[in-house]
């Protein structure tokens, strides 16, 4: 089956500054990667995502690129804000397993 | 537009016991699937609901069952809970590609 690393674990920045966290993943089949914010005791929320035919996306101060070559696929947060402090999941999905497979998470701390 | 809606919030259960947790989808979707989150990790996906049937299944041993309706809601039922069973269940809808999470259900096992 699938298997989804993510990194960092942890991710402390300061407030104004960009956030960077890389996910890779072994299926070449898989073909849409989402991401999800987890804030503290709520549901994962889908905040950004990307199929397999595009390379980059890009969503206000929230982008993800995707390099199919290679297997991976980061979350790029710019002008990071307090409330971007949350764990944030990558996840994988293809066609041959019909069901995501999902990274550890990251634990991001924006300090003001 | 409803989202996807989960009850009971909150559960506390006796070793032993059996529990059954619900879902209803967000309208439009007919896609169900059930997740495991234990404390500071990820979302372990149990299995998946579509067309009433069992369509995919996680490494989750068969005290975990579930069963969907004809409308899309589901249920996800555990027997002979276990302390370990004790985490956020989250139940997820879908159509084609997106993902969306209920709030989920906390259970605790004593």
């Known amino acids: 089956g699938e298997n989804v690393e993510q990194h960092p674990s942890t991710l402390s920045v300061q407030e104004g500054d960009s956030a960077v966290i890389k996910c890779t993943y072994s299926d070449s089949a898989s073909n849409y990667f989402p991401w999800y914010k987890q804030e503290l005791g709520k549901r994962p929320q889908l905040i950004i995502d990307i199929r397999s035919n595009v390379g980059e996306k890009k969503d206000q101060r929230i982008a993800v690129t995707l390099n199919k070559t290679a297997k991976h696929f980061s979350l790029h947060i710019t002008e990071t804000q307090p409330e971007d402090s949350a764990v944030y999941f990558c996840?994988?999905?293809?066609?041959?397993?019909?069901?995501?497979?999902f990274g550890s998470g990251t634990k991001l701390n924006v300090k003001p | 537009d409803a989202g996807v809606t989960q009850s009971p919030t909150h559960l506390i259960k006796t070793r032993g016991q059996q529990v059954t947790l619900r879902c209803s989808p967000k309208?439009?979707?007919?896609?169900v699937s059930w997740y495991q989150q234990a404390l500071g990790q990820g979302p372990q996906f149990i299995f998946q609901y579509y067309e009433e049937e069992e369509r995919q299944r996680g490494n989750f041993p068969d005290r975990f069952s579930g069963h969907q309706f004809p409308n899309y809601s589901s249920e996800l039922n555990v027997n002979a809970l276990l302390l370990g069973d004790s985490a956020l269940y989250l139940c997820?809808?879908?159509?084609?590609?997106?993902?969306?999470f209920g709030p989920g259900t906390r259970l605790t096992v004593t």
């Open positions: 309208s439009g979707h007919d896609t």
């Open positions: 996840a994988a999905w293809g066609n041959n397993f019909n069901k995501f497979y």
């Open positions: 997820a809808s879908s159509a084609e590609y997106e993902q969306y």
